[in-house]
Nanobody, 123 residues
């Protein structure tokens, strides 16, 4: 069974930094896109950053220049380095991966999510 486990959230002051990590485990044959999403109270989940297997990245306008996403294909991990954090970055951050696993003895692509990690930025 595939699992995505995040770590690294917490409480930080305005202007501070945090690093989020996500590790995918289980029967994983390949991983296409990996990304980070966030959901603030009363708001919809939104894409923060994504990275494809080849390394090309995509960022939400609100985090460009402050956040950096990277991945280690050998370890099935994705990192999100967050600098110059603002109170509006406060949210639950979720890891996402589009990956190939085995279901009912067949290779199957699917979207998987982590359990979420809380990031709180105080002003």
């Amino acid at each position: 069974q595939v699992q995505l486990v995040e770590s690294g959230g917490g409480l930080v002051q305005y202007g501070g930094s945090l690093r989020l990590s996500c590790a995918a485990s289980g029967i994983i044959l390949n991983i296409n896109d990996m990304g980070w999403y966030r959901q603030a109270p009363g708001k919809e989940r939104e894409l923060v950053a994504s990275i494809i297997r080849g390394g090309s990245t995509n960022y939400a306008d609100s985090v460009k220049g402050r956040f950096t996403i990277s991945r280690d294909n050998a370890k099935n991990t994705v990192l999100l380095k967050m600098n110059s954090l603002k109170p509006e970055d406060t949210a639950v951050y979720y890891c996402n991966a589009n990956l190939l696993t085995v279901q009912s003895s067949r290779p199957t692509w699917g979207d998987y999510w982590g359990q979420g990690t809380q990031v709180t930025v105080s002003s």
